[in-house]
């Protein structure tokens, strides 16, 4: 499908059509309604979502963590946001604020579908293993596995705005003003100048008389000395290349080639090495997931422990880490 033609459901578009998804961010094209139908859907699925875990205690549990679920993945969003632009503004990045927003917006959105699609499964075992610990620990890995997929998608988006060079404007314009090598078609022979022996001169206004040397022969080089050495040129070399000067550059669909044998390649830079604003995205998600867990467990309970009555918030006592690891004893 297409961008131009968006489908009713956004996450479907994000999952069949991502491409158009990445294309429509990086030229900037209806980022506000895109962004707000992402918002929208993100919300009624974090809603939904949060509505099961909240059932677990009682009815107005369910609805209080259908309204702190979303609250809790947009304001670690809105926390989060400035340090991910500043980040690529520092390192020379275009990424403007809709940019990133949209981009971010993609990863929630896909970790809210990908959560609401566990739903069922975890009312399942609501209603067969009504255990506290085990419910907790369970959402607490449905959620972890549909985050981990939603950072995915953000990667992959972040890899393809550095691929239009928006991430490393300044590598992709040294990549696009570099020159195109031509290689032209191997010929059997390559006429090269003769070898001049030690001490003689050629005559006035002429050079060496050329010979025809086939590829695979050696070729007669001349030292410093006058000496004549010879310099052997390998069978699958081309002969165009054989004794063509380093640095000359032919207009494109010359029958030669412009690298001489024997010169280095031209490197258009190592896809190996990520720029710094790509290394950072991860440095960023690790932020991202470490003020994630530390605003759940300042708006706890979600879940709502069937021993204590309801409350909508606990005391800040403990951390988010402790408890997990808690609950995995008490199992």
Not at 45 to 48: E, G, K, M, P, S
Not at 210 to 216: R, T
């Given at each position: 499908m297409s961008g131009d033609r968006p489908s009713p459901l956004v996450i479907e578009r994000i999952l069949r059509d991502r491409g158009s998804i990445w294309q429509q961010i990086v030229a900037e094209r209806d980022l506000n309604a895109l962004t707000v139908r992402m918002l929208s859907s993100s919300a009624i699925?974090?809603?939904?979502y949060g509505a099961v875990l909240g059932a677990?205690?009682?009815p107005l549990m369910a609805l209080t963590s259908a309204l702190k679920l979303p609250l809790l993945f947009l304001v670690t969003l809105a926390i989060c946001?400035?340090?991910l632009y500043l980040f690529n503004l520092v390192f020379g990045a275009r990424l403007s604020v809709r940019q990133s927003l949209a981009l971010v917006m993609v990863a929630i959105t896909v970790t809210s579908m990908l959560a609401v699609a566990f739903a069922p499964i975890s009312l399942f075992f609501l209603?067969?293993?009504?255990?506290?610990?085990?419910?907790k620990l369970l959402n607490v890995a449905i959620l972890t596995l549909s985050a981990l997929v939603g950072l995915r998608f953000l990667t992959g988006g972040m890899q393809v705005l550095n691929?239009?060079?928006?991430?490393?404007?300044?590598?992709?314009n040294a990549q696009a003003n570099a020159p195109v090598a031509v290689q032209a078609a191997p010929a059997p022979v390559q006429a090269v100048p003769a070898a001049v022996p030690a001490g003689a001169t050629p005559a006035a206004g002429q050079g060496a008389?050329?010979?025809?040397?086939?590829?695979?022969a050696a070729v007669a080089e001349s030292t410093s000395n006058g000496?004549?050495?010879?310099a052997p040129v390998p069978a699958h070399v081309p002969a165009q290349w054989a004794g063509q000067p380093a640095g000359v550059s032919f207009p494109p669909g010359a029958p030669v080639a412009q690298r001489p044998w024997g010169s280095p390649p031209v490197r258009r830079g190592d896809p190996s090495q990520r720029p710094a604003s790509m290394t950072l995205l991860y440095i960023w998600i690790l932020l991202f997931g470490f003020v994630g867990t530390q605003l759940a467990w300042t708006l706890r309970p979600f879940f709502g422990d069937p021993g204590q009555d309801f409350a909508f918030f606990r005391s800040i006592d403990g951390n988010f880490y402790?408890?997990?690891?808690r609950t995995i004893a008490n199992l």
């Open positions: 699925a974090l809603a939904c677990f205690h009682s946001l400035p340090t209603i067969t293993a009504p255990d506290y610990g085990f419910f691929d239009h060079g928006l991430l490393a404007p300044e590598a992709a008389e050329p010979v025809a040397v086939p590829a695979g000496a004549a050495t010879t402790a408890e997990i690891l």
